[in-house]
């Protein structure tokens, strides 16, 4: 099942994701096969101020997982997040679903 992480960094923590990156960039690596689409979300000046992630797990309680397991989630870089379950109608220019 899809589901979509939105995480909203904490105010003026810029210097926080950026030095957590590096393990948090592992551990997406160490969990690739779960991903479907992952970045930074931007703020008007183009500088990461969230995250997005896309994963397809079995459930809420192993996207919950995902999330808290994140460097970032856990360095408490994030003032509040989103889990919700996701239906995917587009992908590669083509109507799925």
């Not at 969990?31 to 000046?45: I, M, N, R, S, W």
Request: aromatic share 8%; proline share 6%.
């Amino acid at each position: 099942m899809l589901f979509a992480i939105f995480a909203e960094d904490k105010p003026g923590a810029l210097e926080l994701r950026l030095a957590t990156r590096p393990t948090h960039l592992e551990y997406l690596d160490s969990q690739v096969e779960k991903l479907v689409q992952v970045g930074p979300l931007l703020d008007a000046e183009g500088k990461p101020c969230g995250s997005l992630l896309v994963v397809e797990v079995a459930d809420q309680a192993e996207a919950e997982a995902l999330a808290a397991g994140d460097p970032y989630a856990r360095a408490g870089l994030f003032a509040r997040t989103v889990i919700r379950p996701f239906r995917q109608v587009y992908a590669g220019g083509q109507r799925v679903g």
